[in-house]
């Protein structure tokens, strides 16, 4: 037997009234915020919000300290790290070759959950506070052990000055230059 | 005569001044500066910045000319499948429709520089309202030829738009020459005076009419048809370049021509600028706070972005039906009643010969001579 069809209907919420004050009031409350604005905007390149030690940012391999567990590998929710193989010198027979099998990374898929670094045994896997760094195509993504070794090149610390942000009641967001982020002691 | 002489009887000749300066010229300008409001006004009540980047001091204001720039220069793709012609025509046409109203509507009360005789003269509003009504049809005509179904389907809930308006403006707009007992644009804002403009005297009349405005144009609590942040821009989504230009700057300048009349019949028109003699007093300073009144219910219009989101097809529909057509018909009513307390009193224009029809008909040198003798 089919399902019987019902027509439902949504109860009207208040009347003529309440459709026309409820109208003034939005405009009111537009015209408010049009002579007295909240900006909660930053000036993105020229200023750029200081990250906190332990942001979960951009991954980087310490290849010394990796035991090939492959933990991270099986970890992450997104299948954005892999396990390769890798030719390196026996450690007992420099002269003899092993394969050992390393971590390699896909930002196209990692979603920064920062599981790989929780679970890493020996802390190889470490997160750099930074997040917005651009490609210019996809295959530049994938990064292979060289580039994962290496903490990439933040370039808009070089261009603009870190602040501090505060969410204030009265004027919105309230920028205060962050202090002793460079590493020269400003 | 000098040169200057030569000049002004040029510039100040009703078709040039009016319908391409202030006209086309102005509406342009109008859309760059109403665009650019509507992004910032909404940037600041939603705390952004909105255009920034291009020209900082300016506010972002050359960002508006870098867009018209681009869609000037980029390629324009004709799809195989679309009908070529009126693919091609519609945008076109449908622009240089929209601003046709600045033609026929008097922006003085000096008969030298009207734009029609006074015999046509009587019938202004009629005539404005009439021309007013055109582009809408060149809107489906472009989603139709762009032969879509996404395109087509954009056109018909354009259409349903349309028919829900256009009653609407044209009843709220039609509401003061009940009152003043004339079409004449002229007489209605001389009846209108100092200070018994239809504003106060009507107020549901301009509400309604405002609101027919929003619609007609696709401003925001209404921008059903072509929600331009989207992918598919209802009848327009197969438009690219500078023919999605005109598409979207048309119906800036439709606003623009709307708020002109709507301005001109509501708001008292040129009052409290009195027209005199010569080409300043009579013409210039009237036009400009004419003008000037149309571009502020323009600029308050677009705020109205920053405050509402888009209503649904049938919600857009059952106020128009239900709600602002009887506001509007109780708007006549008020009308009727206002006429029939007389609370305005008609004052007829001296309806001297129109100087620049003589124009028309006469050789070269004797226009130029007989409209400077005008001014």
């Known amino acids: ?186 | 005569m000098s040169v200057l002489d030569v000049l002004l009887a040029i510039i100040f000749y009703p078709p040039i001044w009016q319908l391409l300066i202030l006209g086309f010229g102005g509406a342009l300008l109008i859309a760059i500066v109403a665009v650019w409001f509507e992004r910032k006004a909404a940037a600041r009540v939603q705390r952004r910045i909105g255009p920034y980047w291009a020209s900082p001091r300016l506010g972002g204001l050359l960002h508006l000319v870098a867009d018209m720039m681009r869609y000037m220069f980029q390629q324009v793709i004709i799809p195989r499948t679309v009908d070529y012609f009126p693919f091609l025509v519609a945008p076109i046409v449908g622009m240089a429709v929209s601003i046709l109203p600045f033609a026929v509507v008097p922006l003085t009360a000096n008969p030298s520089y009207w734009p029609l005789p006074p015999g046509l003269m009587e019938y202004s509003l009629l005539l404005a309202l009439a021309i007013s009504t055109l582009p809408p049809i060149f809107l489906i005509v472009a989603g139709w030829a762009a032969n879509n179904p996404f395109t087509i389907v954009g056109g018909v809930r354009e259409a349903f738009i349309i028919l829900a308006y256009e009653l609407i403006a044209i009843l709220s707009l039609l509401a003061p020459a009940i009152t003043v007992g004339s079409f004449n644009i002229v007489e209605i804002v001389q009846a209108q005076g100092f200070f018994k403009w239809f504003i106060i005297l009507n107020p549901l009349a301009f509400l309604a009419a405002v609101i027919a405005i929003a619609m007609s144009t696709s401003a925001f609590p209404f921008e059903i048809p072509e929600s331009e942040p989207e992918v598919v821009a209802g009848p327009f989504t197969e438009y690219s370049g500078i023919l999605y230009a005109l598409n979207m700057g048309g119906a800036y300048m439709r606003r623009f021509a709307f708020s002109l009349i709507a301005s001109l019949v509501l708001l008292g028109g040129w009052y409290p600028v009195v027209p005199g003699e010569g080409v300043v007093m009579g013409y210039l300073l009237p036009s400009l706070v004419v003008v000037a009144k149309a571009a502020l219910v323009t600029l308050a219009i677009s705020f109205l972005r920053a405050v509402y989101g888009r209503y649904r097809l049938d919600q857009a529909l059952d106020l128009a039906w239900r709600l602002v057509l009887p506001l509007t018909l109780l708007a006549i009513l008020l009308a009727l009643i206002e006429a029939y307390l007389g609370i305005v009193q008609p004052v007829k224009p001296d309806a001297a010969p129109c100087k620049y029809l003589l124009l028309i008909y006469s050789p070269r040198e004797l226009l130029v001579l007989d409209y400077i003798s005008g001014l």
Request: charged share 25%; hydrophobic share 35%; glycine share 6%.
């Open chain 1, 1 to 186: 037997m089919p399902p019987k069809a019902v027509a439902k209907t949504l109860p009207r919420r208040g009347g003529l009234f309440t459709g026309v004050t409820d109208n003034l009031a939005a405009l009111m409350i537009g015209l408010k915020y049009f002579v007295n604005p909240r900006r909660f905007s930053i000036y993105y390149p020229k200023e750029y919000p200081e990250l906190r030690q332990g942001y979960r940012g951009f991954i980087i391999l310490n290849k010394a300290k990796c035991i090939s567990c492959a933990a991270c590998a099986r970890i992450c929710p997104s299948a954005a790290m892999k396990m390769i193989r890798v030719p390196v010198p026996h450690p007992k027979e420099p002269e003899k070759k092993v394969t050992k099998q390393f971590p390699v990374i896909n930002y196209q898929r990692c979603i920064f959950c920062g599981y790989c670094v929780d679970i890493c045994p020996t802390e190889a896997l470490y997160h750099v506070n930074y997040h917005d760094i651009v490609y210019d195509n996809l295959a530049e993504m994938f990064w292979d052990l060289e580039t994962f070794q290496k903490e990439p090149e933040y370039k808009t610390a070089l261009e603009g000055t870190p602040v501090r942000l505060l969410i204030h009641e009265e004027y919105g967001l309230v920028k205060i230059p962050a202090r002793g982020v460079r590493e020269d002691g400003e």
